[in-house]
């Protein structure tokens, strides 16, 4: 009788006095595909870390059976682990950037890895890393592999990471989010890529990712986590096209989809004190608020000189969202910080409220600076770790200084509640709020200063789905109450889709198509707007497995 390959039973994980997984019991065999899947929280990322012996020194406790490619990994001694993270299993990090060394070259790191487990010489190990980066898809690999990490793009640095778990050619590849920063082209670039090593390679795959969509897309069978426990596990087809328990099928219906009309959202059941939603207007009735006419930006100087933005322009009414779509490096985010003033044009005009704005250095857009506000998409960065998110909020009305710290205090609480969090923990810190939680922060910011229109750079996009849902359905509510003009910048197709009235496709810094999202979405004009809504994951693994073969042709001509 052949043994799985990965054996787990009864895992329990304890930090201190909370317990991150609670009795989980699954199997893997050779050469099979298992997605493991659950909010932030769940436990998934701790289970899969277990595997390798990843919590082994960190003060964790682990208790249970886990068995690896033949390695008991609760008993196995220091040399036995460090030769079961070679050639037994090896793991893909969800991000890249902190997983590899800005200071070397991506071939010579991966180079190191190898001679650590095979011992063998400095050349061999050099021509083995060229040889798995060609594997992977990076082109040009032996001169690409003298590279460092930071003259990769996203999904190239992924593909390095791929071909590092690669280079001592695992039984078991574990992916722990491995496409969530990921625009959507690229993130089919990489599921196909696991697919494709999969099956040429006979690896096992353990996918963990917060992404049903992902899941459907990659794996045989699927285990379903919450609050460190399994929900349901069996083969992906059953779990995702008739889910048993209710926690799965909240999980499946809070997946936004490309083929969905947008449905008027209802106010997010945590938030208080909501005032009446009025009815939604339709796209493009209310007031002109702002227009772009030909902006433009350019960065470097002579010879490294490029253009972001080229020659893009739109227009934001009252009340209604403009989503804009586009891959990784389309000009998005420099369009968003233009709009907002945070960035001056190369060229373009920007017209607010009828009235044309100036540079940065012009003291007549100070007061503008109120009413055109930003979100950004990593609440960690944009707040300052040393700071209450209290004071963190209170900041725009400081700046005003029309308010003493009394009403200040007293507004930011109302702000706190506003956005569905506890004015009671005005005083806490960011490290101590989840990443949806941190969001609500940074919108309750962008709505201390009154403004009418709110530009949200990737607002959601390292959030899991139900967190999503909670904080797109928020913006909306708030946009109804408060007739916002509302940018939604995002790489997710589908998400865009269920929170726009207008779209526009940005790429290589032009809108190539803009209109009402039915229109885009259901009739495309441009091929590169049919690129990206056939590069969106389907919740139906048998249309995957359609899509996957046609993607795989298309590559081909």
């Known amino acids: 009788m052949t043994l799985p390959l990965v054996e787990v039973k009864d895992l329990t994980i304890d930090f201190g006095m909370a317990r991150a997984v609670d009795g989980l019991s699954f199997t893997l065999e050779a050469g099979a595909a298992l997605g493991v899947v659950g909010e932030s929280g769940s436990g998934k990322s701790a289970s899969a870390y277990a595997l390798l012996g990843l919590h082994r020194g960190t003060g964790a406790t682990v208790g249970g059976s886990i068995r690896v490619a033949g390695v008991d990994v609760q008993t196995a001694d220091d040399t036995e682990l460090r ?103 690229v993130q089919a670039q990489i599921l196909d890529l696991l697919h494709h090593l999969r099956h040429e390679t006979g690896m096992g795959l353990l996918l963990v990712t917060h992404d049903v969509g992902v899941a459907a897309e990659s794996v045989d069978d699927v285990l379903v986590m919450q609050a460190g426990r399994e929900v349901e596990s069996g083969p992906v087809v059953d779990v995702l096209g008739a889910p048993r328990r209710p926690y799965t099928r909240e999980l499946l219906s809070a997946v936004p989809r490309v083929d969905a009309k947008r449905v008027a959202p209802v106010a997010a059941p945590d938030v208080k004190g909501a005032a009446p939603i009025p009815e939604p207007r339709g796209a493009g009735d209310g007031e002109p608020l702002l227009e772009a006419v030909g902006l433009w930006r350019e960065f470097g100087r002579g010879s490294s000189r490029f253009t972001a933005v080229d020659g893009v322009s739109l227009t934001v009414h009252r009340g209604e969202t403009l989503g804009i779509v586009g891959e990784s490096g389309s000009g998005k985010t420099t369009l968003g910080r233009m709009l907002v003033r945070l960035l001056d044009p190369t060229g373009g005009r920007l017209h607010y409220g009828g009235a044309e704005i100036g540079s940065l250095s012009d003291k007549s857009l100070r007061p503008y600076r109120r009413e055109l506000q930003m979100v950004f998409q990593d609440p960690v960065a944009s707040l300052n770790p040393r700071r209450s998110i209290g004071e963190s909020v209170a900041d725009p009305l400081r700046a005003a200084g029309v308010l ?53 750079d990737e607002p959601v996009s390292a959030l899991d789905v139900t967190t999503q849902a909670q904080v797109t359905a928020l913006l909306a509510e708030l946009q109804r109450e408060l007739g916002l ?73």
């Open 83 to 185: 030769a079961l993270r070679g050639a037994g299993a090896a793991m893909v990090f969800q991000d890249p950037l902190s997983s590899l060394d800005p200071y070397y070259a991506v071939g010579d790191q991966i180079a190191e890895v190898y001679r650590v487990h095979t011992r063998a010489s400095r050349r061999a190990a050099r021509a083995r890393a060229v040889e798995v980066l060609d594997r992977v898809g990076i082109p040009d690999a032996a001169r690409r592999s003298r590279s460092r990490p930071h003259e990769f793009s996203g999904g190239m640095r992924q593909r390095a990471l791929i071909a590092m778990a690669l280079a001592c050619e695992p039984q078991l590849l574990i992916a722990d989010e491995p496409t969530t920063a990921l625009d959507v082209t």
């Open 404 to 456: 003493d710290d009394t009403r200040i205090r007293s507004r930011v609480r109302e702000l706190l509640e506003r956005v569905g969090l506890d004015p009671d923990r005005y005083d806490r810190y960011p490290h101590e709020f989840s990443g949806g939680q941190r969001q609500r922060v940074g919108i309750a910011r962008a709505l201390a200063a009154d403004p009418r229109v709110i530009v949200c």
């Open 485 to 557: 003009g509302l940018v939604f910048i995002a790489h997710d197709l589908a998400v865009v889709r269920q929170v726009s009235d207008r779209v526009a496709v940005m790429r290589r810094g032009r809108i190539v198509e803009q209109g009402s999202v039915d229109e885009v979405y259901g009739a495309p004009r441009d091929p590169y707007t049919k690129q990206l809504l056939a590069a969106v994951p389907a919740l139906d693994p048998a249309l995957a497995t359609v899509r996957r073969a046609a993607r795989k042709e298309l590559a081909a001509t």
